[in-house]
Protein backbone atom coordinates (compact mmCIF):
# COMPACT_ATOMS: atom_id res chain seq x y z
CA UNK A 1 0.00 0.00 0.00
CA UNK A 2 1.29 3.79 -0.70
CA UNK A 3 0.27 6.81 1.36
CA UNK A 4 -0.87 9.94 -1.12
CA UNK A 5 -1.65 13.25 0.56
CA UNK A 6 -4.54 14.94 -0.80
CA UNK A 7 -6.45 18.19 0.23
CA UNK A 8 -9.79 18.72 0.42
CA UNK A 9 -11.44 22.14 0.15
CA UNK A 10 -15.41 23.28 0.61
CA UNK A 11 -16.06 24.36 -2.75
CA UNK A 12 -19.47 25.97 -1.72
CA UNK A 13 -22.46 22.98 -2.58
CA UNK A 14 -19.68 20.42 -2.38
CA UNK A 15 -15.79 19.45 -1.66
CA UNK A 16 -13.17 19.10 -3.91
CA UNK A 17 -9.84 17.21 -3.78
CA UNK A 18 -6.35 16.60 -5.38
CA UNK A 19 -3.42 14.38 -4.87
CA UNK A 20 0.05 16.10 -4.32
CA UNK A 21 1.86 14.51 -6.47
CA UNK A 22 0.03 13.65 -8.80
CA UNK A 23 -1.06 16.35 -11.17
CA UNK A 24 -4.89 16.25 -12.65
CA UNK A 25 -6.10 13.47 -10.36
CA UNK A 26 -8.87 15.19 -8.68
CA UNK A 27 -12.54 14.29 -7.08
CA UNK A 28 -15.75 15.95 -5.65
CA UNK A 29 -18.27 15.06 -3.23
CA UNK A 30 -20.93 15.71 -1.23
CA UNK A 31 -19.79 15.35 2.00
CA UNK A 32 -15.84 14.71 3.33
CA UNK A 33 -16.29 11.33 3.82
CA UNK A 34 -17.91 11.11 0.19
CA UNK A 35 -14.77 12.99 -1.66
CA UNK A 36 -12.29 10.69 0.31
CA UNK A 37 -13.77 7.68 -0.85
CA UNK A 38 -14.37 9.29 -4.75
CA UNK A 39 -9.86 10.61 -4.30
CA UNK A 40 -9.29 6.71 -3.35
CA UNK A 41 -11.22 5.38 -6.21
CA UNK A 42 -9.53 8.26 -8.26
CA UNK A 43 -6.28 7.52 -7.56
CA UNK A 44 -6.21 3.75 -8.27
CA UNK A 45 -8.11 5.15 -11.78
CA UNK A 46 -4.98 7.46 -12.29
CA UNK A 47 -2.35 5.00 -11.77
CA UNK A 48 -3.76 2.35 -13.97
CA UNK A 49 -3.70 4.99 -16.37
CA UNK A 50 -0.61 5.67 -15.86
CA UNK A 51 1.03 2.47 -16.06
CA UNK A 52 -1.25 1.82 -19.59
CA UNK A 53 0.14 4.43 -20.97
CA UNK A 54 3.55 3.19 -19.96
CA UNK A 55 4.66 6.20 -17.64
CA UNK A 56 6.77 5.86 -14.35
CA UNK A 57 4.58 6.17 -11.36
CA UNK A 58 5.87 8.59 -8.55
CA UNK A 59 9.13 7.40 -6.62
CA UNK A 60 8.95 9.74 -3.86
CA UNK A 61 6.07 11.95 -2.73
CA UNK A 62 5.72 15.33 -1.57
CA UNK A 63 6.62 15.71 1.88
CA UNK A 64 3.30 17.82 3.95
CA UNK A 65 4.02 19.69 7.13
CA UNK A 66 2.07 22.44 8.65
CA UNK A 67 3.72 25.20 9.77
CA UNK A 68 2.37 28.06 12.44
CA UNK A 69 2.00 31.58 11.75
CA UNK A 70 0.69 34.89 14.16
CA UNK A 71 -2.68 35.95 12.76
Known sequence: MTEYSIVIEDAGS???????????CIATGHTVEEV??????????????????????????????TVQVAS
Request: charged letters at 20%; hydrophobic letters at 40%; proline letters at 5%.
Open 36 to 65: ENNMREAIEFHLEGMRLHGDQLPSQMPIVK
Open 14 to 24: NFSAYVLGLDG
